[in-house]
């Protein structure tokens, strides 16, 4: 009678095994299947969402098909079940477990905004406040109020933001954005200003922001920012007005129409270097690490003037005779496009 017993008792338990084992292929099984979407798909995890919330939110989303086995995953994987918040992209053919661990990892979804160089802040702001991803704290603030959130110690807040493509997660506010780019400039700044040349007219890290603003703006040639450059750095020292035509258009605010008039160059304002001498009050644009490197590395040159060639690039003269016969030649060119 034992022995029967012994053997009923070896039996279930073969049998319990053998379902066992059954039941974790199949579970095993489903989690390895490839999701049912067939482009790019992205999901937003709520906080305190459940582990069969999650299955729930899946199958409602079209990207499984939800399964009752689904539920013992926690038995089979614990740490699948450690669901975090956050929106998270599926690609086609990922399986069920590459999903699940990246979003028990929180690993999100990096949406990215590139904050472009030689633009200015109002330009950024609007592309800030134009991203579906971000969270938006700063568009009933003013300038000098985004200027103290940020941590700027100076209400004027151009050219303070290191132009780069910064990544981010969904619902980041836009006021991170502008303090990592504002930490960057102040790192890359202050690297600059320790590597500067000896006895540049340049007296503080501000001052080599003002400079390299209007280095971004005047050209877009890489090779031509330190003799740009130069050609300002001369200017200071012999005490010569900058005559820079982007300070001008940036003094005109609202009021510039894409052309600059010879009463414009006339009419004086905080930023219009052909009626004032020195650097403008602030900067005039966000100017990149080769242009910050250039306002404290210039080239070493005699030239004092610069303009077009109608190339692409610019002419660079010594003295006021060469650089009329180099408008005139640029003027030569433009007549010949019409």
């Given amino acids: 009678m034992l022995k029967k017993l012994m053997l009923v008792v070896f039996i279930l338990g073969l049998l319990a095994a053998s379902a066992a084992g059954w039941g974790f292929f199949q579970l095993q099984s489903a989690i390895d299947k490839p999701v049912q979407i067939e482009q790019q798909t992205f999901i937003t995890v709520k906080s305190g969402t459940s582990f069969r919330g999650l299955l729930t939110q899946l199958s409602d989303e079209k990207i499984m098909i939800e399964s ?10 614990p740490s699948l079940t450690d669901i975090k918040a956050g929106t998270y992209a599926i690609e086609p053919q990922q399986t069920l477990h590459a999903v699940l661990t990246m ?14 160089d030689g633009e200015r802040f109002s330009e950024w702001r609007q592309l800030l406040q134009a991203d579906p991803h971000l969270t938006h704290i700063t568009d009933d603030m003013t300038q000098q109020q985004i200027s103290q959130a940020v941590g700027i110690d100076n209400d004027k807040i151009e050219g303070y933001f290191l132009p780069n493509t910064y990544h981010f997660t969904a619902g980041t506010s836009d006021i991170s954005i502008l303090k990592r780019a504002h930490a960057a400039m102040m790192k890359e700044l202050d690297i600059a200003w320790q590597q500067r040349q000896k006895n540049l007219p340049l007296k503080t890290p ?21 003799l740009v450059a130069s050609v300002f750095m001369n200017r200071l020292r012999a005490n010569m007005p900058l005559q820079t035509d982007p300070t001008v258009i940036y ?8 052309n600059i008039t010879k009463k414009d160059l006339r009419t004086p304002t905080a930023y219009n270097t052909y009626t004032m001498r020195g650097l403008p009050p602030t900067p005039i644009a ?7 490197m250039a306002a404290v590395d210039p080239d070493s040159s005699n030239y004092y003037y610069f303009v077009a060639d109608g190339k692409g690039g610019h002419t660079f003269s010594t003295t006021l005779v060469e650089h009329n016969r180099a408008v005139r030649a640029y003027l030569k060119i433009l007549r010949t496009q019409k």
């Fill in 251 to 258: 003094g005109m605010g609202d009021k510039y129409d894409g």
């Fill in 286 to 292: 966000m100017p990149s690490k080769a242009s910050i």
């Fill in 103 to 116: 979003i028990t990892e929180g690993k999100e979804y990096q949406y990215a905004i590139t904050l472009v």
């Fill in 68 to 77: 009752p086995l689904l539920r013992w995953v926690g038995y089979l994987e």
């Fill in 206 to 226: 501000y001052q080599a922001l003002i400079m390299a603003s209007i280095i971004e703006k005047e050209t877009a040639v890489a090779s031509e920012r330190g």
